[in-house]
Structures are given as C-alpha cells and as structure tokens.
C-alpha cells in the first residue's frame, strides 16, 4: 500500500531472535522490479556506509534523505552489488521509520521514490511513523497471541499428564478400599464401614475430578472419540437416574422422571450417559431441597430430547452466554465447590455428535437444561 501510493519502493526488515535485522517484505510500484527491492535486503550492512535503515535500528530514530543526488548515493554504496541495485531503484528520496514497542526497537520501514516519482515530504514522515505504530501494534498482538497458545498447549500438555498421574494412585486407592470392606468383620466392620464408606465416596469425588481434567485435555488436542453404538435413550436416562439416587436424596431433590417409551438411536453411551450424569448432578448441586423434572422424549422422526428442570437458584441472563465455557460458572466456587468443567465437556460431547445444548433460566426460579440430538451420530473420529 504504501509503495502504490507515497512511494516507488518499501522495504519491511525485522529484528530477528539472534539480534540481527532480516527483510521480510518488499514492494516495487512497478512489480517486475521487486527483485531488485528484495536483493537489497539480502545485503549485508557494512560500516562506514551511509544506511538510513541501520542508523533508524541502532538509534529508534527516523532517519530522512527528502533528496538523494549523485554523493550521497555513492556515500550509500556498500559494494559492486548495492550499487547496481542503487541504479536499478534509483532513489531520489529516502524514509526510515522504526517500529517501536515498549522501548523496544521490533524492525524497521524503509520508503523510497525515485524519478520521475514525487519526492518525500515532511507530511510522508508523520504517515509512515504512524504506520509504523499500527504494524508494532500487530506485531505486539501476534506475539502476545504466540505466546497464550504457547501457554496454552503447556497447560494442556500438564492437565494430561498430571491427570494420567493421579489416575495411577486412586485406582490403587481404590483397591484398597474394596479389600478394607471385605477383611472388616464383626464390631470392628460396623465401626469401620461409615468412615469407608465415606472414603470411598471422596475418592469417587476426586477420580471424576481427574476424569473430567482428562476429557477436557483429549478435547483440547483433538484426542477425544466417539464410538456410536445402538441405545435406549428412554433408558439410558433411567440408568443415570437410578445411579444418581443418593445424591438426590443428600440433596433433598425428589426426582420424577417422565420417558414415553424406548427411545432408540445410534449414541457413544459412554459419553452419553457422561452427559446425563452431568445435566443430572448440576441438578441437584444448584437445586438442594427442590424437586427435579426429567423427560425425554422425540422430536419429530429423526431427533430426541433430554430436558432436566431443577427449581433451585437460576442463573442470570448476562451469566448465561459463558456458561459452558472452560472452568466458568455463573455462581461463587466458595458455596458450590468443583471445577467448572461439566457443562463444558457435556456441550463439547453433544456438539461432537452433531446435537445442540440450550439453557433456560430465570434467578430465584431455577434453569431447564435440554439437549437435541439426532438419532444416528455418524462422527466417530477424534475431534
């Protein structure tokens, strides 16, 4: 843009992470003449040289020739090669801007007439330091952007290792536990078996935790599959209810279930049931002392619906659009504990078989998750 309409020629040259500046960019008005614009970043600075770029680098300083003539050319001559490309760009006036962030001196931008072109002046300077602040801006942002996704896979990579870790010792803990129950016997079992019993359940607590960091780090390096199979959806949401019924009952949630019948389709029900069990415990953690409504149903010939209403605190409209984002939640950790990542993983599992995920809720008169999905979900590669 700015060899088209200020100038004949721009250079664009970069300070690389060795500390020696590098053309990245060049462009001639006339564009059979690039090569020679791009030659010229290739040569080397050499000392004693006139080179408004190198003085504009060392210095952070614009540096403008409005009229370049016969000597100053020659004081700019750093060689046999620089001076046939001289020939070939012939400038007439020259203007180096530095591209500055933070202090720092990032590249450089050089702009060049030659005859019979318009030379530079003064009001070309303020243009092309201002263009030089718009590209340190995007400069700065891209490598700010290279740096959260730098820290990003970091964090990924560690939630997958660390949760492979504790995955080793629970299961183990696990074991444990079952082999305590069956050696307890007589008084000693009866004293024993609430506190097990209480163990295990914080143990079950913990191992979910270290699951759902799991699934959270295969989603986010696209590790995470689906393997559909055939399943009673109608059942499937029996099955979960069923399980969830102490936590329901700690809750005080009464729980109706309404499914009209079999409700077949072609579901991962791993994942499916993960999903249930999600919309379900969010139930009964936002919902205490409050009853929940389940009901499934079709929608039409090749969709089925999940609905779960609870009648517990509700979500406010402006919490709403972040809700299934990655570790949020719409009410203080302090009073609910977990780590904001069910809902996320439900609607990564639901989206991932081509289903949708919606939320309707009012503060103080609770929230009605549903879930669409078709009947049959043909992806079952990793996403």
């Not at 072109?117 to 700010?144: G, I, Q, Y």
């Not at 499916?272 to 415990?281: A, G, R, S, W």
């Amino acid at each position: 843009m700015a060899a088209r309409n200020v100038a004949t020629y721009c250079l664009v040259e970069l300070m690389g992470a060795d500390g020696v500046p590098r053309g990245v960019a060049a462009s001639h008005r006339e564009p059979e003449r690039d090569g020679a614009v791009l030659a010229s970043l290739s040569l080397p600075w050499v000392d004693g040289t006139l080179h408004p770029a190198r003085e504009c680098f060392l210095s952070g300083e614009t540096r403008f020739l409005p009229e370049v003539g016969p000597e100053l050319r020659e004081r700019m001559c750093q060689g046999p090669e620089h001076r046939a490309l001289l020939e070939a760009l012939n400038p007439h006036s020259l203007l180096a801007v530095a591209v500055r962030m933070r202090g720092r001196t990032l590249g450089v931008i050089t702009l060049g007439t030659a005859a019979p072109c318009r030379r530079l002046v003064t009001a070309d300077v303020a243009m092309a330091e201002e263009l030089a602040r718009r590209v340190a801006v995007a400069l700065e942002n891209a490598s700010l952007y290279r740096d959260a996704q730098a820290a990003v896979r970091l964090r990924d990579e560690f939630l997958s290792v660390a949760s492979h870790e504790l995955k080793t010792p629970l299961t183990s803990l696990k074991l444990q536990h079952g082999l305590i129950d069956r050696a307890a016997l007589g008084d000693v079992g009866d004293k024993v078996r609430p506190r097990l019993a209480t163990a295990v359940r914080q143990v079950q607590r913990l191992s979910a935790l270290v699951d759902s960091l799991l699934d959270v780090s295969r989603m986010s390096l696209g590790r995470l599959k689906l393997e559909p199979s055939d399943v009673d959806l109608g059942q499937a949401v029996r099955d979960a209810v069923d399980r969830m019924e102490e936590v329901f009952s700690l809750a005080g949630c009464p729980v109706r279930v309404e499914v009209p019948g079999p409700l077949p389709g072609k579901w991962d029900s791993l994942r499916l049931d993960q999903v249930l069990v999600n919309l379900l415990t969010n139930a009964a953690k936002y919902g205490a002392g409050r009853p929940v409504l389940v009901e499934a149903a079709f929608e039409g010939e090749e969709m089925v619906r999940v609905s779960v209403r609870d009648e517990g605190i509700g979500i406010a409209a402006e919490d709403l659009p972040r809700l299934f984002g990655r570790f949020e939640r719409a009410v203080s950790d302090r009073h609910y504990g977990g780590l904001g990542l069910g809902l996320y993983i439900s609607r990564q599992i639901v989206d991932a078989m081509g289903g949708r995920i919606e939320v309707e809720s009012r503060p103080g008169l609770g929230s009605i998750f549903t879930v669409r999905l078709p009947r049959s979900t043909a992806q079952c590669a990793p996403w």
